[in-house]
């Protein structure tokens, strides 16, 4: 792939993520060049809502699916796991030949995923990590932006895809990092997602309530001490200082914020807790190893989940 300059930009999903990068992108780069894909319905919805960041409104440019613009030079995914699908069909008229992919999705499957779509070689692989953003209806709010971490899956490997996205976030003063081990990357980000998202959505908190010693703090690290031994049959081989890595980024958040999750569950939306919980099931069963704290969690959400048709 060439190593081209990147002027448009295509999101889909505005959610907490899409909806920070995206605001963040509008103050920086021409209207007309960042397009934020969304259905007819929800671009009347989101005109007469408005949505606003940190206190600000966003001034976006919104393009439906059918809409011909021609390629956009990269496109990042910030839709939920559950409406990935749709989302792969709805960019078809923003990728060609030249286009970049990036997914900041949480997990460890959304690259593969759009892969088989639109080819493996059009992908970075990528991580949002470090912010604390809480969305509520149309106003999103943050203390803390984080960033997004992205390379290549195979190991100790630059492109000119790599190159291009650290020219244009440098340019857009977006904060970013090139990790040289994406796959150990995505992993950790995981293993911190199964045990933040689940833990302060089970016990209706926020984070200071793991940030401190405590019995919460505690099921969180055992549920990412899971996720560790998994990693190690999995031959990508987290450890103990990895674990220690992402508590230490899960310190600087907010101690008001809440994760994603949380927020899913207040709202009585379903949750990811299939590609959390639902995930480390499926490797235990695969690899023989046992994991009754994400057993606990993930029964403790579908509980609480299941609440929802009888309220």
Known sequence: MENKQITTVAIIGLGALGILFGHH??????????????????????????LYCNGELCDFHYVTPDEITGPAD??????????????IEAVK???????????????????????????????????????????????????HMGMLVFGEMEKNKTSAKT???????????LPHQVDQDMRKRLWGKFMLNVGVNQTVAVIEGTYEDIQQPGPAREMMIGAMREVLQLS???GVHLTEADLCYWLEVLSALSPDGKPSMRQDLEAKRYSEV??????????????????????ELYERIQEIENKYQII
Not at 74 to 87: M, R
Not at 274 to 295: D, M, S
Request: charged share 25%.
């Open 93 to 143: 008229n923003q990728v060609g030949e030249h286009t970049i992919l990036m997914s900041a999705l949480n997990g460890i499957s959304s690259e593969e995923i759009i892969g088989k779509t639109y080819g493996m070689d059009k992908l970075l692989y990528c991580v949002a990590q470090g912010m604390d953003a809480v969305k509520e209806a149309n106003h999103l709010t943050y203390t």
């Open 25 to 50: 992108l509008s103050k920086r780069m021409p209207r007309e060049n960042l397009r934020i894909i969304a259905d007819q319905e929800r671009i009347d919805r989101y005109r007469k809502e408005r």
């Open 163 to 173: 190159d291009a996205v650290t020219a244009f976030f440098e340019g857009m003063q």
């Open 232 to 234: 190690e049959a999995a």
């Open 274 to 295: 299939e590609l959390f919980a639902g995930t480390v099931l499926q490797l235990g069963k695969r690899y023989n190893i046992k994991t009754p704290i994400n057993q």
């Open 74 to 87: 990269l496109v990042i995914f910030t839709v939920k796991y559950q409406g990935l699908e749709q989302a």
